[in-house]
């Protein structure tokens, strides 16, 4: 197991580098930023050439991907063009994305593959049926409308609920947004641990354990779910960082300044700085969840071994 850890993290480094220089090249084609500095009208060349040098977007492009990946591994994520570090910006916004993902996991945890245990014991049956519908239509539906709806039914129209988020944040307020913003990876859990324990359930471990006598609800937990659940942490495990960088419509309609917030503003500003040192951490929560899935498969299914 340690040394498939290290295979991992040595693994990690080349994945890091290609995805980040990737981003950067992709970020750095959007557009000429100091343009947007300069508000409708278009900058004095005298003001562009300094702005440039004093950002570094003066050198060719290699050489500011070197420089960043410096700066990087000193902590330094760069200055956004209106002065403010892309520190403070990350420690005011990843606080407040993290405890929304917090909810939506739980909800996809908790709801999603109850649900799914539900339905793929009682395969065929109404429940089954309806609960499938249900998905189909969650699925079908855009996330913004799903927002708009909740916030209008439960924030305008009833006063269930604040129709946006304050600047604390509190997971009492993120409830109805988490909600929202796992409400499509909800009904895919949902689905696939529908699909995975009714395949399992005709397996030949889960006849055998019947076979044995051994209590119905022991057979569910401890043969039946935990083989059926790898190809559900496969899935959570790589929709944490996409509901972290995916959070831009829910954090929109809900007034949250998360990073889907800071990602909107750095794309519509064109503010390099911000959106590269935001992907870049985001890159490190995909990598960083992916080896977390992958040490579970162990736990989750003793026949796997890693050597």
């Known amino acids: 197991m340690g040394r498939y850890v290290v295979r991992r993290l040595l693994q990690m480094i080349p994945?890091?580098?290609?995805?980040?220089?990737?981003?950067?090249?992709?970020?750095?084609?959007?557009?000429?930023?100091?343009?947007?500095?300069?508000?409708?009208?278009?900058?004095?060349?005298?003001?562009?050439a300094q702005l440039k040098k004093e950002f570094g977007l003066d050198k060719p492009v290699w050489q500011q991907y070197l420089t960043y990946m410096g700066n990087v591994f000193t902590g330094d994520f760069g200055?956004?063009?209106?002065?403010?570090?892309?520190?403070?910006?990350m420690a005011s916004a990843f606080p407040v994305t993290i405890r929304l993902t917090i909810v939506a996991i739980l909800f996809?945890?908790?709801?999603?593959?109850?649900?799914?245990?539900?339905?793929?014991?009682?395969?065929g049956s109404p429940e089954d049926t309806g609960v499938l519908l249900l998905t189909l239509v969650v699925i079908s539906v855009p996330?913004?409308?799903?927002?708009?709806?909740?916030?209008?039914?439960?924030?305008?129209?009833?006063?269930?609920?604040?129709p946006s988020v304050s600047p604390e944040?509190?997971?009492?307020?993120?409830?109805?947004?988490?909600?929202?913003?796992?409400?499509?990876?909800?009904?895919?859990?949902?689905?696939?641990?529908?699909?995975?324990?009714?395949?399992n359930k005709r397996s030949d471990y889960v006849r055998t354990?019947?076979?044995?006598?051994?209590?119905?609800?022991?057979?569910?937990?401890?043969?039946?779910?935990?083989?059926?659940?790898?190809p559900v942490v496969t899935f959570i495990g790589t929709d944490v960082g996409a509901l972290m960088g995916g959070a831009i419509v829910t954090e929109r309609i809900f007034n949250i300044h998360g990073v889907g917030y800071q990602l909107y503003q750095g794309i519509l500003r064109q503010n390099t700085q911000t959106v590269?040192?935001?992907?870049?951490?985001?890159?490190?929560?995909?990598?960083?969840?992916?080896?977390?899935?992958?040490?579970?498969?162990?736990?989750?299914?003793?026949?796997i071994r890693y050597a």
Not at 28 to 37: E, Q, R, S
Not at 79 to 89: D, S
Not at 143 to 162: N, P, R, S
Request: charged share 15%.
């Open 15 to 48: 994945v890091f580098i290609g995805a980040t220089l990737l981003i950067f090249l992709m970020v750095n084609v959007m557009g000429d930023p100091i343009a947007g500095l300069c508000g409708e009208r278009q900058c004095d060349p005298a003001t562009a």
């Open 79 to 89: 200055t956004a063009f209106n002065g403010q570090e892309v520190t403070e910006l």
């Open 108 to 123: 996809e945890i908790v709801i999603g593959i109850t649900l799914g245990v539900i339905t793929g014991l009682r395969r």
């Open 143 to 162: 996330t913004f409308v799903t927002g708009l709806l909740l916030q209008l039914l439960l924030g305008v129209k009833w006063g269930w609920i604040k």
């Open 169 to 199: 944040a509190t997971f009492s307020e993120l409830i109805v947004p988490g909600l929202v913003l796992a409400s499509v990876s909800l009904a895919y859990v949902t689905r696939l641990t529908r699909t995975s324990i009714a395949e």
């Open 209 to 230: 354990a019947i076979a044995k006598g051994l209590p119905r609800h022991r057979v569910v937990t401890r043969h039946l779910l935990r083989n059926s659940l790898i």
């Open 276 to 303: 590269v040192g935001f992907v870049t951490v985001l890159v490190l929560v995909f990598l960083v969840a992916n080896l977390v899935v992958d040490l579970l498969y162990a736990v989750l299914d003793p026949r």
